[in-house]
């Protein structure tokens, strides 16, 4: 049995770009007993997001979801022990498939049976960008909402493997990436994610 299982998430709005080809490189090095699962998000579009916390007409315990992407994505995501978050910088963040898939998180924590919150503590969270600024302080906006995400959980966080490029195939020119990439995956004593700015309070 395999010990780790691989979910790459996949969100830019174009199939063969300069993220997907980071990760790829960097799931290369991945040991063979190390389960890899693709998703691309465009291939299983989700709904707009809907808050329905505070809705009086409806129960506040959201049914599990049956047969739809929205189901083969929560199934996935509670499949695997590491989720990489593959993602372009898009204005300076996430793009807007992976923030849905990111803002679903929210309705599975409604679904009690799921106990999502200690579910998604037990995992480990990655992010891979590809961005066109030489400044690789662009990302920070992504970087900080990868972290923070995983330090509501808590999740461990392995952080983000970041790369310059703007037409796809760039990305394989940037030879920092490509030699980042090659251990990317292999860190060990991955760290519990915290939040930069001490302890948050999130109300219900
Ligand atoms: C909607 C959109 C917004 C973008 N915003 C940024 C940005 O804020 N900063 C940046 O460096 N590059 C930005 N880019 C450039 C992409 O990050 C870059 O082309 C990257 O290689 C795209 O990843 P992909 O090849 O995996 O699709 C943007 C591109 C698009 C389409």
Redesign the pocket.
Request: net charge neutral.
């Given at each position: 049995m395999a010990t780790r299982k691989f979910l790459f998430v996949h969100g830019?709005?174009?199939p063969d770009?300069?993220?997907?080809m980071l990760a790829r490189k960097a799931a290369e090095q991945l040991p063979a007993d190390v389960e890899q699962r693709w998703i691309e998000l465009a291939d299983h579009p989700l709904p707009d997001f809907q808050d329905l916390r505070h809705d009086d007409t409806t129960p506040r315990a959201r049914p599990r979801p049956e047969g739809d992407n929205e189901a083969l994505l929560l199934d996935a995501t509670l499949a695997a022990t590491d989720i990489v978050i593959a993602s372009?910088?898009?204005?300076?963040s996430l793009s807007a498939t992976v923030k849905r898939y990111l803002d679903y998180w929210d309705a599975w924590l409604e679904t009690p049976e799921l106990d999502f919150k200690a579910e998604l503590a037990k995992r480990t969270l990655w992010g891979v960008t590809?961005?066109?600024?030489r400044n690789e302080a662009?990302a920070d906006p992504l970087v900080g909402t990868l972290l923070n995400t995983a330090a509501f959980f808590p999740m461990r966080f392995g952080g983000v493997l970041l790369g310059n490029?703007?037409r796809?195939g760039?990305?394989l020119d940037d030879t920092e990436a490509m030699a980042r990439a090659k251990t990317f995956f292999a860190r060990e004593d991955i760290p519990v994610a915290r939040f930069p700015f001490g302890s948050s309070e999130y109300g219900e």
């Open positions: 830019s709005a174009r770009g300069n993220t997907a372009p910088l898009y204005w300076y590809a961005l066109a600024d662009a490029g703007t796809p760039h990305v």
